[in-house]
């Protein structure tokens, strides 16, 4: 006969203490398949938000160089603009500056021209000096019988004409220059005004006329006979 332990039943199950094997365990409940995929978009979703973000400052940096590129293009393209207009200008008054300390010498040239006194070696010197002033764009104006302009004459005589209809240049005492479209010495001229009264008043005029007419119908008439009668 065997001896029976105190408190102990074969048909109870025996208790698995924390210091069994794994295989004595229970096995734990497995995670879901839902819980495992839903870790990973939630993931994908702050990754696709992130990127875009970046993507959006990267393109506002991208527009701020851009309009910044455009901007100092811009600026350099006026500068370009204005050096050769300022360059334009400088050149164009040293030319100006430089002719119209030689006008003294064309006018005297053009006064040896006029008494015959441009002859021999002097005659090829003045005629290259003029041939070069021209080709600087030294342009000279003023001629008799042209209309008095103040604004490219200077009047230094005035007299009255029975000729002239308007204020009109009769003598050129020194031509004008110009270089383009800018005047560096007006022509200064002697300019002569219609008399005055000379002008008879067109209602005035008009009248003369139908006397006159009236005076050679008249005359016709009496060489004639006078005018038919019935």
């Not at 408190?7 to 208790?15: L, V």
């Not at 119209?100 to 008494?115: F, M, Q, S, V």
């Amino acid at each position: 006969m065997t001896e029976e332990t105190p408190g102990f039943d074969e048909n109870e199950p025996a208790d698995v203490s924390s210091g069994d094997t794994p295989e004595a365990a229970e096995p734990q409940a497995a995670p879901s398949s839902d819980e495992e995929g839903a870790a990973p978009a939630g993931d994908d979703a702050a990754a696709s938000v992130g990127l875009t973000a970046q993507l959006d400052q990267a393109r506002s940096a991208l527009n701020e160089r851009t309009a910044d590129l455009q901007r100092l293009q811009a600026e350099f393209q006026n500068y370009r603009r204005r050096v050769e207009r300022d360059r334009v200008a400088v050149k164009e008054v040293a030319v100006a500056n430089l002719l119209t300390e030689l006008l003294p010498t064309l006018d005297d040239i053009g006064r040896a021209r006029e008494h015959g006194e441009l002859v021999g070696g002097f005659k090829s010197v003045a005629e290259s000096l003029e041939t070069v002033a021209a080709k600087m764009g030294l342009q000279q104006f003023g001629k008799e019988g042209e209309p008095f302009d103040p604004t490219i004459h200077e009047a230094l005589m005035h007299s009255y004409a029975p000729d002239v209809t308007e204020t009109t240049c009769v003598a050129i005492l020194q031509p004008g220059y110009r270089i383009g479209e800018r005047t560096i010495r007006p022509a200064r001229v002697a300019v002569a005004e219609p008399q005055p009264g000379a002008q008879p008043v067109k209602g005035e005029s008009d009248g003369d006329s139908n006397s006159k007419a009236e005076t050679a119908e008249a005359a016709d008439d009496k060489d004639s006979g006078g005018p038919d009668e019935g």
